[in-house]
């Protein structure tokens, strides 16, 4: 009963530690704090054309912020976390029966936008260009861009 005690309280320990470092990353408390809420919108630029794009983002944990979209042609899952002091996010489209999220790295983080690179597909990126009341995400393929989603509150 002492080693699961001890262990609890390490994790405790090791998880407020890494909340603790990414709070202190230049941007990171501040991309949740801008990103957190309802907002509506329009994926403008898509590969079958103009969608409806509402989304919601919840704080599941202080350094986690979720979000799900249904634009029509899948439903889309942004996760956005810290771990081992770094931002990242887990993006998940159902397109065509996927079940396979992307795990992407923040690579640059600035107060105007944050963006994250996969490593498989090393093909993806995502940028995301948060603010209060007009955020605007961008995904890329080999550089291009696939994907505009603009959102207002």
Known sequence: MQT????????????????????QAPGVGLFFARLSGDWQGEAVTTPIGPRPYDISFERREPFWIYGQADPGAAIHHWGFYCEDAELRL???????GNRDPVLLEAIRIRDAEIHFKARNPAFLEVKVRPGYTHSVFEVLHHGERHVLIELER
């Open 90 to 96: 887990r993006f998940l489209t159902t397109f065509r």
């Open 4 to 23: 699961r005690t001890m262990l609890a309280l390490v994790l405790v320990l090791v998880s407020a530690k890494t909340w603790a470092e990414c709070q």
